[in-house]
């Protein structure tokens, strides 16, 4: 994890004062140096911040004897084989002494555009074919590692690790962009794939598993990622599908701890993260360091993670926060250089960076989102209703009332007796089952399922004033959306799975972790993003995944020799509402305060249609955050986080 940068010219040359401008930007990613060149054309820059033994070999921009430009950041995870490939002589040498922007340059020589295709791991690089007179953009699977650009037509192509350092050449503007603003405050990332838009206007993203393609009259992009899911078709047995996944996992783990510092991971006491330290510590046999964000109330998972610590090896660190939650989040929005996408609290995400780079951390692992790549397999039960499988839809119901814990959620839970729990359950399901024809406009359909499933189950399965019937049509920016919109063409369980994994809102998540990193010196790596192992879930049957209600079956049997059976078969899911709210309550009066700023200076960024459709927003925010018995406060952060980064710009 380094940074690149630069500018290419269609006809004339390099300005002198381009580059130097773009590199101090970004200068926290180049404590190990900067290596420029400069060629007819193009004047590129390879910000180097050294995490890893393999990483002290990486060099850059590199260029052919045919005259092709290459400037990357990159960690690749199919090294070997393509090595093996492009390179003749011994592999331990060879592992050695070829940088992964050196095999990069040989897949595009080998393979051209279509190199993205044959690439596995964190990367993004831009290449500048002079002969072609084209530049080609490529970027990883899950948006690891970032890269921007600013295209000027028929003039220059611009890019950076950062968007930042584009706002320094003379043609951007610092000009915020409404499309992207309004996606933000809508909650619309979340239901979309990954959007190519920028918060400045003229600045873009390249998408990840895309690869960009510029030159002096267009620019336009393709996806690069093919899923071929029938390769899993040799796998028969439930078993089978346990053991590759357990292969997997640990392969994508394995990948991911080069590291010559200290190495060190998120315990927060759930199935993900315990399981990353597990194999780091047990499997790998490396030393780790450990952080728990200790935010209480009803976040609380010490016992969880006390378990781990009786059972592994670890040096741990209990984080609590230094800053408040509104300081937090303006200094994560001056690193970023844009209101950041986090939905956990900003001052804990400070002090633990903050924690890593006093211990010279060059490697934190995550468990995101371990969740939604191996799946909670609800797809499973909603088949059964849909396909009228009545005896086994109760059985499986039986089963996950005995084993589910909603008592985060649900105070009274441990108190109900099992059939309460049991219809409770069940309602869950029944209500999804309702709503998919319902939004099909299956009317008939749904009101017989109704009167059918009420009779099987000897209740009703729906509350009387089922709101889910109702239209809303009432102002809500921050409603939850019907279903996932995503543009990959699967089907629709993949769809639904790869919607959850690779929408924009947890991409960006993904991508502010990098940059975070860089800030304080150390890489971020999500072994649960692995594109081997996102491709794998996707073919493993929901009905593995559900695993007779203890859901994630995958992981849960990978885990069986190395997790205490507290953590691995733990079934709660905590909240951090309650300790939201209290962050945001200890705050409302500087946000009121703070939110009719930014108000106010809307009509300064944007025009008058633009600015009245952001008003809203900010009126409902201000409103809440002005009355003191408002609950539900966090769900206007994400206004609170825009004022403070409009009012900086």
Known sequence: MSGICGIIYFEKQPQPHDLPHMVLAMKHRARDGVFEKTTQHAAVAYLKLNVSDLSKIETGPLESTEGILIVADARLDNRDTLLKTFFEGELQQLRNSISNTALILAAYE??????????????????????????????????????????????????????????????????????????????????????????????????????????????????????????????????????????????????????YGLLAAHLSGGVDSSSICAVVNLVFGQSLLTQYFDIGGNADEKEFVNEML?????????????????????????????????????????????????????????????????????????????????????????????????????????????????????????????????????????????????????????????????????????????????????????????GEILHEAMLQSIEEFEQIGAWYGYEVAHPFYDKRLIELCLAIPNRLKFDSGYRRGPLRHAMEDFLPEKVRLRTSKVTMNESVENQLNAVRTDMVELLIKAQKRLPSFFDEAQSQTLTPYFEKAIQVFSNPAYKGLARFVREVNLAQWLLSI
């Not at 192509?157 to 584009?166: G, H, Q, V």
């Not at 610092?174 to 920028?198: D, L």
């Not at 230094?322 to 250089?337: A, H, K, P, V, Y």
Request: net charge neutral; proline share 4%.
């Open 310 to 498: 009786a059972h592994h090896d670890y040096h741990h660190q209990n984080i609590l926060p230094i800053l408040d939650w509104s300081e937090s989040s303006r200094n994560l929005s001056n690193i970023l250089g844009h209101p950041h996408y986090f939905l956990v609290l900003p001052n804990y995400i400070v002090t633990s960076s903050e924690a890593l780079a006093a211990c010279q951390c060059t490697l934190l692992l995550t468990g995101h989102d371990g969740d939604s790549v191996v799946g909670y397999g609800h797809g499973y039960p909603l088949s059964l209703l849909e396909t009228h499988q009545k005896k086994e839809f109760m059985e499986l119901m039986h089963d996950y009332a005995l084993v589910a814990d909603f008592g985060a959620q649900i105070k009274e839970w441990n108190a109900w007796s099992f059939r309460q729990k049991y219809g409770f359950i069940v309602k869950i399901y029944f209500k999804q089952h309702i709503k998919k024809k319902w939004y099909k406009k299956h009317y008939g359909q749904a009101i017989l399922e109704i009167l059918r499933w009420s009779f099987t189950l000897k209740f009703v399965p729906l509350d009387v004033n089922a709101r889910i019937l109702k239209k809303k049509n009432s102002f809500s920016p921050n409603s939850t959306p019907k279903e996932i919109n995503t543009s990959y063409g699967f089907s629709e369980v993949e769809n639904q799975l790869v």
């Open 110 to 259: 080998f393979w051209g555009e279509d190199l993205l295709f044959h690439l596995m791991g964190d990367f993004a690089f831009v290449i500048w074919d002079k002969s072609r007179q084209k530049i080609i953009c490529g970027r990883d699977h899950v948006a690891a590692r970032p890269l921007y650009y600013y295209y000027l037509e028929g003039e220059y192509f611009a890019f950076a690790s950062e968007s930042k350092a584009l706002l320094t050449l003379p043609n951007v503007q610092i000009r915020p962009s409404f499309e992207k603003i309004h996606e933000y405050v809508s909650w619309k990332a979340h239901r979309q794939p990954y959007q190519p838009t920028s918060f400045y206007e003229g600045i873009r993203a390249v998408q990840p598993a895309h690869v960009l393609r510029a030159e002096a009259g267009k620019c336009d992009s393709r996806q690069c990622w093919d899923l071929d899911l029938k390769r899993f078709e040799n796998l028969r047995s439930d078993q089978e599908y346990f053991d590759v996944f357990r292969a997997t996992f640990f392969e994508a783990v394995r990948c991911r701890i080069d590291s």
